[in-house]
């Protein structure tokens, strides 16, 4: 190989340069950038998204996708509350996950906008607390959707006595083990250099125990939830073959957000492997922050449409979801059942009830009133007395004394 020499008149001292230290002339590397990184390619932030994007919009985006994810989670944990066929203590379980991306869309989000706001770029304070908030929020949703899995398939295809052994504290108990052991996957990562290092990409961080989290907390859980799916299924579409198979209204409807459960799972999946792939990669090899910054608000997006998933695709899921705007919104549950009608909005053919004492009053949807009903059915109907000319007495008003 040629070399070249030269004369170093002010040190005095003779230098060899070869092909092979140029290497050596090169500038130093960028806080906070990886090593092969192209250049332009620092300018996408892991926090505001790209530099070269427009700041009101990207403020704009991040504010909506906080504003409308976090509603949509309330309304979620909300109609699990208010809808009678939802309030199952199974569906806990769509809670924990509602709660789970309402740690995305309510703090890692908002996060990102306050930024924006302080015209801050790349804080790694807010990077870690973007990683660490979205690690803990993506390890309890999949560990999550195995406890769902597993419970729908309790629920629908094994026999009532089994299911008796899913006691409302067994799945509190689950519930919070599964924060639990997220959190201190976390905390252990956090507070040790076991990597990944998503915000500077300068080390891979301790393999052998990546792969250990990969296993135990992401492979196995998805393997166990894509079975049992796939179990209920096959064993409802066995059952529903004999043509004279009519399953219950409930049966029905358990297998209905059961599909629903499974459609949830599938788009997380779709979420999420992307990036947990890249992320895979930038262990072994350099990624760029192009491809993993990206793919990693993708991700992200996710927990703002699951629930919109459930709205759109289970109609007890919507019905409540619409009770619950007509109550925010227009005030019609409550504020108009409590507001007295004047006298002169009433019409002309209303219905006025004299309310005698001494009768006993029962209500429509009342045991007693339906006894009632039953024994005057069973008797010959009595004749009526003829109706006075124009159908209605009082001036063209019906009267009715109990």
Not at 155 to 163: M, N, V
Not at 189 to 211: E, V
């Amino acid at each position: 190989m040629h070399c070249y020499l030269y004369e170093n008149a002010k040190y005095g001292r003779r230098m060899t340069l070869t092909n092979l230290s140029l290497v050596t002339l090169a500038p130093p590397l960028m806080t906070g950038v990886a090593y092969g990184v192209a250049p332009g390619e620092e300018e996408m932030s892991p926090v505001t998204l790209d530099a070269h994007w427009n700041k009101v919009g990207r403020l704009l985006l991040l504010a909506a996708m906080a504003v409308v994810g976090s509603v949509g989670n309330v309304f979620f944990i909300s109609a699990v509350l208010i809808e009678d066929f939802l309030r199952q203590r199974g569906n806990a379980f769509l809670v924990n996950v509602a709660l789970a991306d309402l740690l995305v869309t309510g703090l890692v989000i908002p996060a990102s906008a306050v930024v924006i706001l302080a015209g801050l770029r790349d804080h790694e304070t807010a990077c870690s607390f973007h990683w660490i908030v979205a690690v803990l929020s993506v390890l309890v949703t999949l560990l999550t959707y195995s406890a769902i899995a597993v419970e729908n398939l309790m629920r629908l295809c094994l026999p009532p006595a089994w299911y008796e052994h899913v006691t409302p504290c067994k799945i509190t108990t689950l519930v919070f083990l599964i924060w639990i052991v997220s959190g201190s996957v976390v905390g252990l990562q956090t507070a040790l250099p076991l990597g990944p290092d998503y915000c500077h990409r300068k080390f891979p961080g301790l393999i052998t125990y990546q792969m250990a989290v990969m296993v135990v907390l992401v492979a196995v859980p998805l393997v166990v939830t894509l079975l049992c799916f796939i179990a209920i299924l096959v064993r409802v579409h066995s059952a529903k073959l004999p043509p004279s198979y009519k399953p219950p209204v409930t049966f029905s409807w358990d297998f209905s957000l059961m599909k629903t459960n499974f459609l949830s799972f599938v788009c997380f999946v779709i979420f999420w492997m992307p990036f947990g792939m890249v992320m895979e990669v930038q262990s072994i090899n350099t990624v760029s922050p192009r491809v993993l910054y990206p793919l990693a608000w993708f991700a992200l997006s996710k927990s703002c449409l699951n629930n919109f998933l459930y709205c759109v695709t289970n109609r007890h899921f919507r019905n409540a979801y619409v009770n619950l705007f007509h109550y925010c919104c227009c005030k019609t549950t409550v504020a108009l059942s409590r507001r007295p009608r004047p006298e002169a909005s009433r019409p002309t053919g209303d219905v006025r009830v004299h309310i005698i004492p001494g009768y006993n009053m029962y209500s429509y949807t009342s045991p007693q009133r339906a006894e009632r009903a039953a024994a005057s059915a069973a008797k010959p109907a009595a004749k009526r007395p003829p109706r006075p000319p124009g159908g209605r007495g009082n001036g063209g008003r019906e009267v009715y004394e109990l």
